[in-house]
């Protein structure tokens, strides 16, 4: 969440600031209001816990002196009425300061487009040519078909549309992207591999920033109050929940020295809202698997390690040599934490669209202020750190991309060089 003293300090900036990602400035002045209310209602607690100490003080050397005190006593049960009122209203506001602003985004950064949507997101820059073909390029549905990969018809049966089966080649395709892409993060790259739960409380969720703001999208078991993760982004980030990254218990965090962490996980969305926007074959599924980038770094270089970063999510594509290309999202297409996002988009020719495989985010201290996620500085000083993420990237529109982009003639697929070693074969076949 943002930090409450820009509300209290700076309104009317962030209320500009904010206006950017569509927040009205009601919502802001809601937190302000209540933050004007909670501090006062500390205030009026500690003056009234004061006049009671000293009134009881007078009681008791009033009482010595054999003096009638139950008129003083009875005021000081007052007082105590009054400051136990004044706890229970404080408790509620509290509470209702926190949820607001658990539903207010990240400031965006200045630099960032202004704009409502992703009509505004700006193209930073494209990477290898478009594939051209002296034969109709067919879609990866097509393709899935003629190399026997996806099995969407089982994958209803066996739990509903947006589970599809991946076999034959297309699972030995996927484990094997899954085993490159981890390879360069941790050889190449410096990050440090973990194999997370896939299963996350309600307070892990929430310090990422899914709780409150995307219930309705996640997968939630009532019996125990476990969420299904969306993306290896919430275990991997809470790891460091409510710890100091000191140097000694924990790695030191420099300028220089960013931790870095790396994970492959299946993820679980449902998408809700989601209908009729590209729900085709394996385009958007409810359950996909994605190698995730997690770096916690010094508050001065957060947005140098995000140009860092897409870099990193850059090499995995160039690598294959898939024809991609970079935008900067604009303040009203950034996900809810971010302040300053890249997406990275792989062109698909049988769907004839761009498709986004990757999205790269500097949260700033936003995630870390709820996650109460520190280091201690040069200075011995414990501070926010911040946090970037990004996926290093999404399997399912990777493999369209890399179908469609790499496919032959005769309906067989091309293995990119970096990738036989892994996958044992330089093409996809046709099954007969």
């Not at 501090?39 to 006049?51: D, G, N, P």
């Not at 008129?71 to 509290?94: M, S, T, W, Y």
Request: aromatic share 8%.
């Amino acid at each position: 969440m943002i930090d409450i003293k820009k509300i209290r300090e700076e309104f009317d900036a962030t209320v500009e600031a904010l206006a950017r990602r569509g927040v009205e400035a009601q919502t802001i002045a809601k937190a302000r209001d209540l933050d004007i209310k909670r501090r006062e209602l500390i205030t009026e607690s500690e003056t009234l816990k004061q006049q009671r100490n000293s009134a009881s003080k007078e009681i008791g050397m009033a009482a010595k002196a054999g003096q009638d005190v139950s008129e003083a006593k009875a005021k000081v049960r007052a007082i105590g009425d009054r400051i136990a009122e004044i706890e229970n209203d404080l408790e509620a506001v509290n509470s209702d300061l926190r949820e607001t602003m658990l539903m207010i985004p990240n400031i965006p950064a200045p630099e960032i487009p202004t704009g409502p949507d992703s009509s505004c997101n700006k193209v930073v820059r494209f990477n290898g040519e478009e594939p051209k073909f002296d034969f109709e390029p067919l879609d990866h549905i097509a393709l899935g078909e003629k190399l026997g990969l996806f099995d969407f018809p089982r994958g209803v049966k066996l739990t509903g549309t947006g589970f599809p089966v991946i076999m034959g080649q297309g699972a030995r395709l996927q484990r094997a992207l899954i085993q490159y892409m981890l390879d360069v993060h941790c050889r190449d790259q410096g990050y440090t591999e973990l194999i997370p739960p896939y299963i996350v409380n309600t307070a892990s969720m929430t310090g990422t920033g899914q709780l409150p703001k995307f219930a309705e999208d996640l997968y939630h078991s009532n019996a125990d109050d476990f969420w299904l993760i969306p993306t290896a982004e919430v275990p991997v980030t809470n790891l460091y929940r409510d710890d100091i990254f000191d140097g000694i218990k924990l790695p030191k965090i420099t300028k220089d020295n960013p931790v870095k962490l790396t994970a492959y996980t299946p993820c679980f969305r449902r998408e809700a809202g989601s209908a009729g926007k590209m729900t085709r074959g394996m385009l958007r599924v409810h359950q996909f698997d994605k190698v995730e980038m997690v770096n916690f770094v010094h508050p001065e270089t957060s947005f140098e390690q995000l140009e860092i970063l897409v870099t990193e999510a850059e090499a995995i594509l160039k690598g294959l040599g898939l024809h991609y290309r970079i935008l900067q999202l604009c303040s009203g297409d950034m996900g809810f934490s971010a302040s300053k996002c890249y997406d990275i988009e792989l062109w698909a020719p049988g769907e004839k669209q761009w498709l986004e495989v990757s999205s790269c985010s500097c949260f700033t201290d936003f995630q870390a202020r709820r996650l109460n996620c520190r280091f201690r500085d040069e200075n011995g000083k414990t501070q926010l750190v911040h946090t970037l993420n990004g996926s290093g990237v999404a399997l399912p529109r990777l493999v369209v991309a890399l179908l469609e982009q790499f496919q032959q003639a005769d309906g067989s697929v091309i293995i990119p060089e970096v990738l036989r070693p892994y996958f044992g074969a330089d093409k996809l076949e046709v099954v007969k």
